[in-house]
């Protein structure tokens, strides 16, 4: 298959069940945007640690589940996106 252009699946439930996992980074990598996979993991880790123990990760799991689903639809629908888009932007 040499060649071959494989294109992701970018469903918008998809990306907002890997933004929910530990980590919110998943979905954000799946899209292409590393930069804002790197920025949500590292935000997740920082909240882990006391005195927030980790209620604000899960916050931050939920804001990338939101912000990734939107952007999915984003490309869904036809528009670009780039690496710091948010919400229902697009380029």
């Known amino acids: 298959m040499r060649g071959r252009l494989f294109l992701v699946q970018r469903d918008p439930e998809l990306i907002a069940a890997l933004n929910l996992l530990p980590g919110a980074a998943g979905g954000y990598a799946r899209l292409g945007q590393k930069k804002k996979a790197i920025a949500a993991l590292i935000a997740w880790f920082v909240f882990l640690i006391p005195p927030s123990c980790g209620v604000?990760?899960?916050?931050?799991?939920?804001?990338?589940?939101?912000?990734g689903y939107w952007q999915a639809q984003q490309l869904k629908s036809g528009h670009p996106i780039g690496q710091w888009t948010w919400f229902r932007k697009h380029l």
Do not use: F, Y
Request: charged share 10%; aromatic share 0%; net charge negative.
């Open 56 to 67: 604000l990760s899960g916050v931050v799991s939920i804001i990338a589940a939101i912000d």
